[in-house]
Structure formats: structure tokens, C-alpha cells
């Protein structure tokens, strides 16, 4: 893809609040990375220093194959220092797809008249969250269209809902949130339910390219959305979670813009978002937008790499818009959270006959990875990961700058890898198959071994046979 700066110059000085889209091209257009600079920069994220946004731009510009290998290398050796061999586990349920607006890459785009536009009432929420706990979820986001249907107040409510649903010894024990930018009375109404994480992406950070692909409804308003979590912040919202959709525009733009995202928040509100997500474009129904910048798996491997090297301590996310072959592969090079077990047809989680009949004109994207939640925890557990549905954090109040302060070295030894463990023998003794229970239990086996202290393993042995007995719900 050439650039051509006159073609997508900002023609409103406005409209450049903390991302400049001069400032950032002139950056892309003037780094020549060297060897040296490109280990340096991989050296000090190996040390868990966050990266500027002109070294991550090195790493982005970097071409030569031997350093985008040791990009990757890096990236998967950050991965086991900070988070270690875990992923934690959500699913997303679709609430609602009434939605006014018209995003040029979405299934559920107002003018498309083949949807069944649906809103799930109190009824049907539970029903839902049933068949998700009797899966064996614990952490779940909810996803809204753009509607005056779904304010502050009816998202809060479906929010208290999902919390009071119990099925069996199930339970949801983290509810996050994407719905479209409120103000700041809506952010406080929202949070009073007790969210976790309330997730806005800016889909792409050009403003050009952004009013070309929302071509009509109040999304269409860049501003509005890129100071949406701002607002989420000053209504008291810390745990928030941006994102870019990658194919809508040059990547190496897109990524420089997230760390100008992170910078940001880390400069006004001194915490840096919780999770960075990136939604990669597959097909999707009346799918209408300019095809060039769509990502090849090898640019999407790399540029997750250099998000992982670049902000060490925010969690990465992959969804099941990517096929398992490549979430295998990319998961290695610092993803921490995954969706399992995704179905975002509406109401489809409680039909489970049809749940692996994707029908395009039900869902807003296509997804590649249908496996069952099962099927994933046992593909983990295959690769020595360990599955974690942990909220301890959450529930403890160690979120937003808790939860960076806590992101220290020892912390994920003493309190994640645990409590991981503990989470998994949940999932084994209420839900698992024989096979994926023997497997998981060899596992924790392997793992407690990397505990190094003796005491700390013997009280995770006392939980382990707590829960084996009956207890649920025991963290650190
Ligand atoms: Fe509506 Fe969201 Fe789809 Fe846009 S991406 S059309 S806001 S549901
Ligand atoms: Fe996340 Fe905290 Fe649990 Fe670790 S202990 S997995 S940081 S919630």
C-alpha cells in the first residue's frame, strides 16, 4: 500500500485531540530501523519498560525476516515473564442487535434489512446465561447495537440480571461491557451494576477513513467515540479496554495510534487501559469496504508481537474471529485472553442444536473458531496452557491502577498461576469430560512443581481438595 499523505490529510484542525495523523505518519515515514536500535528496543521491553510510540515505530518499520523473528521471540519470552504459560477464558453474548447506524464492515448495519433484529428480554438473558454457566463460563461480555432501546439504565439491568443467574454450582463472576460511548451521568449508572471492563473501539484511528466506513448514525462522530472512555474514566470507570479493527486501514498506523491511545490514559489518568483488543476483518454480511488494507496473517503475527513488547503490562485479547490454526499460533506471542466457546448468532447459546450453523444474516462477522469451550480447554491444556476463568482481582478491588500496581514481578507466580489452578479444577470437576479431567489434573500436576515456594504450594493443595469437596469459588 502506497502512502499518499495529500489523500488522507486532516482537513479540520479540530479534530485532533491526542491522535495526530500527521505526527504519526511523519513518524512511520521517518524511522529507518538499524540492528542495533531494533535489539535495544526488544531489550528494554524485555524488561518490562513500556515502549514510545518511535519505538514501537521501529519495530514496526522493521522488514529484515531475522528481526522480525527475534520481534517474535522477544514477544514470547515477555509473554512467559509477565503472564506466564495462561489464558484466561471469556465469552461474549449478544444482548441486542437493534442498531442505528451504518458501519460499512458490519452484519448488523442499519441498512441491512435481512437481519432479525432482536433484543433479549429478562427471560431470555437468563436462559442464556444458563446454558453459558452450564458450559462452564465464568466471565462474560455483553455486547449492545448502538439504540435508544439500550441506555444506561437497560444496559445496568441486563448487567444485574447476569450476575443473579445461578445454574448448578455456575456463576458469573465478571461482566464486561461493549456498548456504544455514553455520557458521564450513563458511565455512572452503568458502573453501579458492577462491571468489569467497559470496551470502545475506535475501529480505526484515521478520521478520514473512519467518516468514509460510518456512513451515517451517531457513530459516525470520531471525536465522540475517541473521548468515550475518557468519560468512562471521569464517572469513576477505571478497568476500560480499547481496541482497533485491523483491515480497515494501514496497520502500522493503527498500532502506533493504540500506544498514542495508551499514552494518553496513562498521562490524564495515570493507569493504561486494561486490555487492547484486535479484531481482525473477516467477512461479514453486505461486507463494503476498500479491501487493500485487509492484514495477511504475517503482518497480523508481527504487529501482534510488537503490542506485546510495546505495553508489557495490558492484557491482549484474540477473538474467535480468528480460525484455531492461527489462534494457536499467534496466542505464543502474548495474548492473554481469549474467547471460548463463541456463538454471536442471538439467543444461540441456549439452542445447541444449531450452534454450529453459522447463518451470516444472524451475526454481525463471521467467526472461524465454533469449537465448544470444552474443545478449547482441552486444546490448552494440550499446549500447556492454563485456562483461567480468575476475577480474583476484580472482586478484590485491585483493578485500574490496583491492578498495574500489582502487576509486579512475583505476582503472577503468587496470585494468577494459583489462582488459574483453582479455576481450572472448578471446570474439571463440575464440567469437563473424563479425558480433558485427567489430562487437566496431570497439568496442575506439572504446574504446581513450578511454584517454587513449599508453603504457598501447600495451601493451593488445601484449596484444590476444598473444591474437590464441594467449595467453590476460593482465590488469592
Ligand atoms: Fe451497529 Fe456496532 Fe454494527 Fe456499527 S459495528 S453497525 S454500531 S452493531
Ligand atoms: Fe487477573 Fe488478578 Fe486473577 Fe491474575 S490474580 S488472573 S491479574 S484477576
Known amino acids: 500500500m502506497i502512502y499518499n499523505p495529500q489523500q488522507y490529510k486532516i482537513k479540520d484542525e479540530a479534530m485532533k485531540p491526542f491522535i495526530d495523523t500527521d505526527e504519526i505518519w511523519d513518524t512511520l515515514r521517518n524511522i529507518h530501523p ?3 536500535q531494533v535489539r535495544a528496543i526488544i531489550n528494554k521491553a524485555l524488561n518490562k519498560h513500556r515502549l514510545s510510540m518511535l519505538e514501537t515505530a521501529v519495530l514496526v518499520n522493521t522488514t529484515d525476516p531475522e528481526l522480525i523473528e527475534e520481534i517474535k521471540q522477544g514477544a514470547r519470552t515477555l509473554k512467559e515473564k509477565v503472564y ?9 453474548l449478544y444482548i441486542g442487535n437493534l442498531c442505528t447506524n ?21 427471560d431470555e438473558i437468563v436462559r442464556q446465561v444458563k446454558a453459558l454457566e452450564d458450559a462452564g463460563q465464568k466471565r462474560l461480555i455483553l455486547v449492545y447495537g448502538e439504540h435508544k432501546k439500550y441506555g444506561p439504565e437497560f444496559i445496568a439491568e441486563s448487567v444485574r440480571t447476569v450476575y443473579k443467574v445461578k445454574s448448578g454450582n455456575g456463576e458469573i463472576r465478571r461482566v464486561n461491557i461493549n456498548a456504544a460511548p455514553l455520557d458521564i451521568d450513563g458511565f455512572k449508572t452503568v458502573k453501579e451494576s458492577e462491571i468489569g471492563t467497559y470496551q470502545i473501539f475506535q475501529e480505526t484511528y484515521h478520521p478520514e477513513i473512519y467518516k468514509k466506513v460510518h456512513l451515517s448514525g451517531k457513530k459516525r462522530d470520531y471525536d465522540w467515540r475517541l473521548t468515550a472512555l475518557d468519560r468512562a474514566m471521569e464517572a469513576g470507570i477505571d478497568d476500560v479496554g480499547i481496541g482497533a479493527l485491523f483491515g480497515l486501514y494501514d496497520w502500522r498506523f493503527e498500532v502506533l495510534a493504540l500506544i498514542r491511545h495508551v499514552n494518553h490514559f496513562e498521562a490524564v489518568y495515570n493507569v493504561g487501559p486494561h486490555t487492547i483488543s484486535f479484531p481482525r476483518i473477516q467477512h461479514a454480511s453486505e461486507l463494503d469496504i476498500d479491501k487493500s488494507y ?4 504475517e503482518d497480523f503475527t508481527k504487529l501482534v508481537a510488537i503490542l506485546r513488547l510495546a505495553v508489557p503490562y495490558t492484557g491482549l485479547i484474540l477473538t474467535a474471529r480468528e480460525s484455531p490454526e492461527i489462534r494457536d499460533e499467534i496466542m505464543q506471542f502474548g495474548v492473554s ?5 463463541t456463538n454471536i448468532e442471538m439467543k444461540a447459546y441456549a439452542e445447541k442444536e444449531d450452534a454450529h450453523n453459522q447463518d451470516i444474516n444472524k451475526e454481525q462477522f463471521k467467526i472461524n473458531d465454533d469449537r465448544s469451550l470444552n474443545e478449547i480447554m482441552d486444546d490448552l491444556i494440550e499446549h500447556k496452557f492454563i485456562p483461567s476463568f480468575c476475577t480474583a482481582c476484580y472482586r478484590l478491588g485491585r483493578t485500574g491502577e490496583h491492578f498495574m500496581e500489582f502487576s509486579v514481578p512475583g505476582f503472577i507466580k503468587r496470585y494468577c498461576t494459583p489462582n488459574a489452578i483453582l479455576t481450572l479444577v472448578e471446570y474439571l470437576e463440575d464440567y469437563a469430560p473424563q479425558e480433558t479431567k485427567e489430562k487437566g489434573y496431570q497439568l496442575i500436576e506439572e504446574k504446581m512443581a513450578e511454584i517454587e515456594d513449599d508453603k504457598y504450594v501447600e495451601k493451593v493443595r488445601e484449596r484444590i481438595e476444598k473444591i474437590k469437596s464441594g467449595v467453590r469459588d476460593l482465590y488469592f
Open 337 to 341: 485472553q481469549i474467547d471460548g466457546g
Open 84 to 92: 506466564g504459560h495462561r489464558i484466561v477464558l471469556f465469552a461474549p
Open 102 to 122: 451504518n458501519c460499512a464492515y458490519c452484519g448488523y448495519k442499519a441498512s441491512n434489512k435481512e437481519v432479525e433484529r432482536i433484543t433479549l428480554d429478562k
Open 34 to 36: 538499524t540492528k542495533e
Open 294 to 297: 485487509l492484514v495477511s496473517d
